[in-house]
């Protein structure tokens, strides 16, 4: 059974910086495209980013770009998101998502196959 666990949510100030995790566990994801999307209170889910099997290429969505980083851990088979200048617009819940039956990376959530439960990110002013 694939599980994606998300974890280093938190409340934070203005400007401040977070770190997110994702342990992907019963699966070896070395070769698959993984991102990151979110879901803002009333708002619809959205990418933040994604990036190639081997970590050569990412995208990031204009409103994170210069401000978030993905990065992954093929040996230890984790993602991560790296979090900086934060503002309040940032807040949501946080997903991580892998794509295990397509070969080309998109922002599209509906190639993604295996989602985990989210964490939470509140960016108070």
């Not at 619809?44 to 980013?49: H, Q, Y």
């Not at 770009?65 to 990065?71: D, L, V, W, Y």
């Not at 997903?95 to 989210?118: E, K, M, P, V």
Request: proline share 2%; charged share 20%; with cysteine.
């Amino acid at each position: 059974q694939v599980q994606l666990v998300e974890s280093g949510g938190g409340s934070v100030q203005t400007g401040g910086s977070l770190r997110l995790s994702c342990a992907v566990r019963g699966y070896n994801v070395a070769r698959d495209c993984m991102g990151w999307f979110r879901r803002a209170p009333g708002k619809e889910r959205e990418a933040v980013a994604y990036i190639a099997f081997d970590g050569g290429y990412t995208i990031h969505t204009d409103p994170v770009k210069g401000r978030f980083k993905i990065s992954r851990d093929n040996a230890k088979n984790i993602l991560y998101l790296q979090m900086n200048n934060l503002k309040p617009e940032d807040t949501a819940l946080y997903f991580c998502a892998a794509s295990r039956s397509h070969s080309i990376c998109t922002l599209d959530a509906a190639r993604y196959d295996d989602w985990g439960q989210g964490t939470q990110v509140t960016v108070s002013s």
